[in-house]
């Protein structure tokens, strides 16, 4: 596991790259710094759940991630409305706090930059969990103790780049 971690520790400081190259943006906007750990947090979460259950699927053999396996949509539906759940919530605790503090953003601008960035990363949460789990199973892994590592770190990745973008692309930055 040791060379594993050490590989995702690098992968996970371009997320750190990301966040210092949108100092500007997030300096013009401190809000969407508030909604940067929500963000970046469900999006490791939602395939940590996603993975688990796979997981435990592969070891008690009820899964071949046959595309016609309902059970395996169910997941991937259930995870998408949970990350739908959780991306407007934080846009709307986002804009009670912009409120509080007068902020400049909008609901709407908070609600399509949480909606557009969350289920982007959720739909990236998806498949490196299903990948992560498929892989490690094949080469005789626990994907007990890989999966979590590998899909929250990419993860954190995935969701620094799309949240920012997203943000930059909304607010013409």
């Known amino acids: ?9 690098g992968i996970v400081l371009i997320a750190g ?3 210092e190259d949108a100092e500007a943006l997030l300096d013009e906007y401190g ?3 508030v909604m940067v750990p929500t963000m970046v947090g469900m999006g490791g979460n939602l395939g940590a759940i996603l993975s688990a259950r796979l997981s435990t699927r592969f070891h008690l053999g009820t899964t071949e991630l046959d595309p016609r396996d309902r059970d395996l949509w169910a997941n991937i539906l259930a995870i998408l409305a949970l990350a739908a759940t959780v991306f407007t919530a934080q846009a709307v605790g986002a804009y009670i ?3 509080v503090i007068g902020s400049s953003l909008g609901f709407g601008t908070l609600l399509f930059i949480s ?3 969350g289920m982007s990363l959720a739909v990236i949460a998806i498949i490196f969990s299903f990948a992560a789990t498929y892989v490690s199973y094949q080469l005789g892994i626990d ?3 890989t999966t979590i ?3 929250t770190n990419v993860v954190d990745v995935f969701g620094m780049i ?3 973008g997203v943000s930059g692309f909304v607010l013409g930055f």
């Open 1 to 9: 596991m040791f060379p594993l971690l050490v590989v995702l520790s």
């Open 17 to 19: 790259i990301t966040l």
């Open 31 to 33: 809000l969407l710094a």
């Open 97 to 99: 706090i912009g409120f």
């Open 115 to 117: 909606l557009v960035s």
């Open 143 to 145: 994907p007990d103790d």
């Open 149 to 151: 590592p590998i899909v």
């Open 162 to 164: 799309i949240f920012i």
